[in-house]
């Protein structure tokens, strides 16, 4: 992953008043109506944890073990959430129309692929730490067709 370029161009869009990850919240549930079920807490506190997320995981972009041993963790609760893999697909294009959206003119074709490919990066590492697909509760593969 291009850890500078990532850096870089999430210092572009995560201004403190950008509301990047609240943003996103609205474009995903717009465009994927079904997963908005999912989540219980508020938006803007999930909002928060998603960023923290994101940021740490730019941090460590060159520690394997750290991306390994955390994105494993965190996918398996995904998991238990019931996220299914083509809701990675749909979060990804998501968080990328979000950041295009508020980067504007600075916003580059080269963050969109850093993004790409890091976002998909990020998801093969969650999946990997999914125990297997029986673990998901069937209600949720059924709702991740509205997800592809
Ligand atoms: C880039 C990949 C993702 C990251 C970094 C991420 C990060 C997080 C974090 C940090 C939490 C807080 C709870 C915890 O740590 O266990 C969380 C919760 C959650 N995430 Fe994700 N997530 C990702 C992808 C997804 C996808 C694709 C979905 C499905 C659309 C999803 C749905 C949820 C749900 C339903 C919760 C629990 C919300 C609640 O308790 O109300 N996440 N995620």
Redesign the pocket.
């Known amino acids: 992953m291009d850890k500078q370029l990532l850096h870089d161009s999430l210092a572009l869009v995560d201004l403190p008043d950008s509301g990047l990850t609240v943003r996103f919240y609205e474009i995903?549930f717009d465009r994927?109506p079904t997963?908005r079920a999912?989540?219980?807490?508020d938006t803007r506190v999930?909002a928060e944890?998603?960023r923290?997320?994101?940021v740490s995981?730019v941090d460590h972009v060159d520690d394997a073990d750290w991306l390994r041993t955390t994105?494993h963790a965190?996918g398996r609760?995904?998991a238990r959430?019931?996220?299914?893999r083509p809701?990675?697909t749909?979060?990804?294009e998501c968080?990328i129309a979000t950041m295009s959206e508020i980067g504007g003119d600075a916003w580059t074709p080269a963050m969109t692929s850093a993004w790409d490919r890091a976002?998909g990066a990020?998801?093969t590492i969650?999946l990997d730490g999914y125990p297997d697909e029986s673990a998901i509760p069937a209600r949720a593969r059924r709702r991740s067709a509205g997800?592809a």
């Open positions: 995903l994927y997963v999912m989540f219980g807490r999930q944890m998603l923290g997320a994101i995981v994105l965190l609760r995904h959430f019931g996220v299914t809701m990675y749909a979060v990804a968080m976002l990020i998801a969650m997800a």
